[in-house]
């Protein structure tokens, strides 16, 4: 399978490509910045694109048979706020208008737990724990508002083209490993709120954007990516009656197990944030 991958010189693009690679496939990594010199590949032809240029993206996709767009801006505060809800917005649209001019069927694309509202809020709010698909939105800033859009935007295109799969991936924020993610995510750290001590790991979020392109669903779905473990050793339900005593737990949250629910992306997906032995 030929798979354009937006964003491909990001981090996350990187371990994508690797994970394609492993996989038999071969890539065409498409982005605004050039490689890094020695970061090229057999089977990966790089293509410096702007995804605002709509033209020039329709063109990079041509002879691909699947889609994964990771290109954007990944969070707010070095943007202001219109250049990263417009990049976002506009970078994903035509992305996803693109993989249809082409016929491409297989798609995946990068959405973000701000999609309902988390890190960039000024107060997040949790209706129950563990947080899953069907929780309802309340974000209030640009970053998460573009990712929310995007999601919108693919419910709109498969509803147009209805052969075309569409998978959106909320990942938290993707680390090499979790000793990584405690170095912030720990007991001390401030607004755990806007957190959650929740982490995913850099192969495991690619992995997931791999399995999507071949899973058996139809239409648009959205996809919890998570570690099923926090950064922090303490008990969750610990965690949990601290700082959040009134919010409802609806599944099991004993050990330390996330206060985001994959389930869904392990059923449908078949995927785990540990790789299978």
């Known amino acids: 399978m030929k798979i354009a991958l937006t964003g491909g010189t990001g981090r996350i693009g990187q371990a994508i490509a690797t ?61 202001s706020d219109h250049v990263v809800h417009n990049n976002n917005v506009v970078g994903s649209y035509n992305a996803l208008r693109a993989a249809a001019e082409h016929g491409i069927e297989r798609v995946c694309q990068a959405s973000s737990v701000n999609a309902i509202g988390l890190s960039y809020s000024r107060a997040p709010r949790f209706d129950y724990f563990p947080i899953d698909e069907e929780h309802p939105n309340y974000n209030e800033e640009a970053y998460g508002l573009s990712k929310w859009i995007c999601e919108q935007q693919a419910d709109s295109l498969v509803r147009r083209y209805e052969a075309m799969r569409i998978a959106s991936m909320r990942f ?79 599944a099991d949250l004993t050990g330390n197990r996330s206060f985001f629910s994959s389930a869904k992306a392990e059923k449908i997906l078949g995927w785990t944030h540990d790789r299978p032995d």
């Open 19 to 79: 994970e394609a690679l492993g996989r038999g496939h071969s890539v065409v990594s498409i982005d605004r910045a050039a490689p890094a010199d020695g970061t090229t590949h057999e089977n990966v032809d790089a293509i410096t694109v702007d995804l605002t240029n709509y033209d020039q993206l329709l063109h990079a996709f041509d002879g691909c048979d699947a889609l994964i767009h990771m290109a954007a801006i990944p969070s707010p505060g070095r943007h």
């Open 172 to 250: 938290h924020w993707v680390v090499a490993d979790r000793a990584t993610a405690s170095q912030s995510f720990n007991r001390e750290s401030k607004q755990p709120d806007k957190h959650l001590w929740a982490y995913t790991r850099f192969e495991a979020a690619a992995r997931a954007c791999l399995l999507s392109l071949e899973a058996p669903f139809t239409g648009h779905e959205t996809f919890y990516i998570i570690a099923p473990d926090t950064t922090v050793d303490v008990p969750s339900l610990e965690l949990a009656a601290q700082h959040f005593p009134d919010v409802p737990i609806r």
